[in-house]
């Protein structure tokens, strides 16, 4: 059974942060349909987007683009033209190729988003300084990059002038300079001193922060001086008055270890009552509620400076949010483009031909080939020069083409070359074509043989008139059809009638068709089908002969049938002359 490609909401490509895209210009709201997963198989199209990335994810994008479609012409154009610079700018590609590579390995690795003032601490946050400078940076360079006077696209100067908004309104060059005093000032903080209350057993009872110093503490031998402090009573000090203001604030529960098991436990933490900032990490007892001195002072100096951790982890969100959670939605897009453009100036270089598809509202004209050729038979060739291209119109008198020719001479080929035509314009991209003009279309429909697995239930031939059915009831004039040998798994006399209806529903719709088939009787009727639609028009499209040998070459005739066959009989000797006289 055919997969319903059923309309998709509208604006699907848009960015979910800032409402922009590359995909479709700001301020509209196309409608999408997207080619079932046998649609894309049938056209060839899964083996192309296999090939334009090895990475799933991506692979995974760019099927959903490509397979997205609209008959938006204002999509199409403004796809093309992206594609067009970023095709011609191999630096630009590289460039940001280089800055997605730095954007996600910040994202996977960023810390800015975690919103507990006690678990980050202060030093936590200054550390976190360098990356947020490297998210200035990382706007910065894209902006630069998309100031290349070569830049010629609108949805790319548009990209441009969003991200220059950006930086501007985010004042990301005040920011800079905040971002050097605070390095400065957190370079500042060398080290802090606390005060410890003990009781007549010299437990200690609380510990509190006394200060924030600018210099480290450089004497060593603790017990030592701990001991010089208490070994005279006239050394005891009768206050505990700090030079300068003291603020003490307690911070922990009270303590019920002794001071010397403290001491024994937390040297290093207590130094005459102080501390190196940047101290080594040391173990404590099981049931002390901090499990090293480094996390103890991120705590201490927090709950100090609340505020200021608060305040500065907020500006560091805001700017991380501002630089990458607005930017990051556009990387995927943008990768469609690169990855796309690289493949194709790959094959490009081998020798194959591409052009721009002109996308156009409506005219007599609704599609007009010249020079095209299947993509997918490209990719495996050697030697490209062998590829055998063809020309092809629809309009009026070319609605419906039955397209007939030997076995193996390249039908199959030509029909999937057409709707890869359709989708990679539609996409945006350059196509395998000299020249392409086309009314985009609103969705593609393929009847290729379907497997055996899928015919249980209706046999071969009620399999294929219900999915005929399904197609043509949603097709419209502005749709392609693909028939490849329909109705070809019963007898001749009724494979023909039910073809014969299903070209002339067609013609009454007007839909693009080729129907490639070997009824050769069904394009020897197209003129009757033609007579009998005031409308649209049927032609017989063949598969060219030469000498008995297939030229892959299609040409506006009648159908060749008995006359290959003659040709083929009279090259193998069995004609029934050449038999009777052997």
Not at 339 to 360: D, M, N, Q, W
Not at 463 to 472: D, H, L, P, S
Request: net charge negative; glycine share 6%.
């Amino acid at each position: 059974m055919t997969q319903d490609p059923s309309p998709l909401v509208r604006g699907k490509f848009m960015n979910r942060q800032n409402g922009f895209s590359l995909l479709q210009p700001e301020g509209t709201s196309p409608k999408y349909i997207r080619l079932p997963d046998h649609v894309m198989h049938d056209l060839g199209l899964e083996t192309i987007c296999k090939a334009l990335s090895g990475d799933d994810k991506e692979r995974r994008l760019i099927t959903n683009v490509l397979s997205q479609i609209t008959d938006d012409v204002n999509v199409a154009a403004y796809r093309r033209e992206i594609f067009a610079d970023i095709i011609r700018l191999p630096e630009l590609r590289k460039n940001m190729i280089q800055l997605f590579d730095k954007i996600q390995f910040m994202k996977d690795f960023s810390t800015m988003h975690k919103t507990s003032d006690e678990e980050l601490g202060l030093w936590y946050l200054f550390n976190r300084l360098d990356e947020l400078d490297s998210y200035i940076q990382i706007i910065e360079t894209m902006r630069d990059c998309l100031s290349d006077e070569r830049i010629q696209s609108k949805g790319l100067k548009k990209l441009r002038d969003y991200i220059i908004g950006l930086y501007e309104d985010a004042c990301f060059a005040e920011m800079k300079k905040d971002i050097a005093a605070l390095k400065v000032k957190a370079s500042d903080v060398k080290s802090v001193t606390l005060g410890v209350n003990v009781n007549e057993r010299f437990e200690a009872v609380s510990i509190g922060l006394v200060s924030v110093n600018k210099k480290p503490f450089t004497k060593s031998g603790i017990v030592n001086n701990f001991a010089d402090a208490i070994a005279a009573k006239e050394k005891l000090r009768e206050n505990a008055d700090w030079d300068g203001d003291m603020h003490y604030q307690l911070v922990e529960k009270e303590e019920k270890r002794s001071f010397a098991e403290y001491m024994e436990n937390d040297v290093g933490l207590l130094g005459a009552a102080s501390v190196i900032a940047n101290a080594t990490t040391v173990n404590a007892t099981p049931d002390d509620p901090t499990s090293s001195s480094t996390f103890y002072l991120d705590g201490v100096v927090s709950k100090m400076l609340r505020s200021l951790v608060k305040k500065l982890r907020d500006t560091l969100t805001k700017y991380a949010d501002v630089a990458i959670l607005n930017v990051s939605g556009l990387v995927p897009e943008f990768m469609y483009y690169i990855r796309c453009a690289e493949f194709i100036s790959g094959l490009t270089e081998k020798g194959c031909v591409f052009c721009k598809a002109e996308p156009e509202t409506e005219g007599e004209v609704s599609m007009s080939a010249k020079g095209f050729y299947n993509l997918k038979l490209a990719m495996n060739m050697e030697n490209v020069n062998e590829i055998v291209a063809n020309d092809l119109t629809f309009d009026r008198k070319h609605t419906v083409y039955i397209l007939t020719g030997a076995n193996r001479g390249g039908k199959t080929t030509i029909t999937q070359a057409l709707g890869q035509l359709f989708v990679l314009a539609q996409g945006g991209l350059f196509v395998p074509a000299k020249s392409f003009r086309y009314v985009p279309c609103d969705c593609i429909y393929t009847h290729f043989p379907a497997d055996e697995d899928k015919t249980m239930d209706l046999g071969r031939l009620g399999e294929e008139c219900v999915r005929f059915k399904e197609m043509f009831s949603r097709a419209t004039d502005r749709s392609l059809m693909l028939l490849n040998e329909t109705f070809s798994t019963t007898s001749f006399e009724e494979g023909y009638y039910i073809a014969r209806d299903s070209v002339k529903a067609l013609l009454t719709k007007a839909v693009r068709t080729i129907y490639n088939t070997h009824m050769h009787k069904l394009g020897e009727d197209v003129q009757a089908f033609s007579r009998d639609n005031n409308g649209a028009g049927a032609a017989s499209l063949v598969m060219r002969t030469e000498d008995g040998k297939r030229s892959f070459k299609v040409a506006l005739a009648e159908p060749e049938g008995s006359s290959y066959a003659k040709d083929i009989a009279e090259k193998y000797g069995v004609t029934y002359d050449m038999l009777i006289s052997s």
